[in-house]
């Protein structure tokens, strides 16, 4: 199995500072015949299901503002977020789906200082 | 607007069979792969299997042994079947739709809470 490891764990930056979370993955998740990496970004508010921001690392799912970016490739990831917003608030997960079983980060948690 | 949502009991006695439906509504299930993600209370995100339009199926070898996913596509539904359940198997259950195209997960279902419990 790809073993996918975030950090930190958790994380609280003020209101219209950046945020970074970053994601390692413990092979590379770039498939060479296309060049794509094949990993995604979720948001997931507290009682809700995940939300897709981000797949194939850099990009941002239809919808999603434009504060939200990923950046990486290979092996080692980022989810950045530009100006933290508070409805931003959340644990985001980064997920590989280069092969099966498709494997999930720990998750971080974002909060407001 | 694709909608999904899950069905099933919310309480299972150990060591018998956790049974889950996921109706899709406002599109096909034919293009994609759906998907059973469970989250323990508090815990992550774990990716249980797959089922393709076409009805090949993945399953997570921690679960392989136990899990069932099939398709039903006149219904367009699709369920799980875990069976001889502990109380590990305590969860959040998600039914989420992955796409063969682009990659990632687009639609998930609000999630199903099912408890194993004597």
């Known amino acids: 199995d790809i073993v996918m490891t975030q950090s930190p764990d958790s994380l609280a930056v003020s209101l219209g500072e950046r945020a970074t979370i970053n994601c390692k993955s413990s092979?590379?998740?770039?498939?060479?015949?296309?060049?794509?990496?094949?990993l995604a970004w979720y948001q997931q508010r507290p009682g809700q299901p995940p939300n897709l921001l981000i797949y194939?690392?850099?990009t941002r799912e239809s919808g999603v503002p434009d504060r939200f970016s990923g950046s990486g490739s290979g092996t080692d990831f980022t989810l950045t977020i530009s100006s933290l917003q508070a409805e931003d608030v959340a644990v985001y997960y980064c997920?590989?789906?280069?092969?099966?079983?498709?494997?999930f980060g720990q998750g971080t948690k974002l909060e407001i200082k | 607007q694709v909608q999904l949502q899950e069905s099933g009991p919310g309480l299972v006695k150990p060591s018998e069979t956790l049974s889950l439906t996921c109706t899709v509504s406002?599109?096909?299930?034919?293009?994609?792969?759906w998907n059973w993600i469970r989250q323990p209370p508090g815990k992550g995100l774990e990716w249980i299997g797959y089922?393709?339009?076409?009805?090949?199926?993945s399953y997570n070898p921690s679960l392989k042994s136990r899990v069932t996913i099939s398709l039903d596509t006149p219904k367009n539904q699709f369920s799980l079947k875990l069976s001889t359940v502990t109380a590990a198997d305590t969860a959040v259950y998600y039914c989420?739709?992955?796409?063969?195209?682009?990659?990632?997960?687009?639609?998930w279902g609000q999630g199903t809470l099912v408890t194993v419990s004597s």
């Open positions: 092979q590379s998740v770039l498939y060479s015949s296309n060049n794509e990496n094949y």
């Open positions: 997920q590989q789906y280069y092969n099966t079983p498709y494997t």
């Open positions: 089922i393709f339009y076409s009805g090949s199926t």
């Open positions: 989420a739709r992955s796409r063969t195209l682009y990659g990632g997960t687009d639609y």
């Open positions: 406002g599109g096909s299930i034919s293009g994609y792969y």
């Open positions: 194939w690392a850099s």
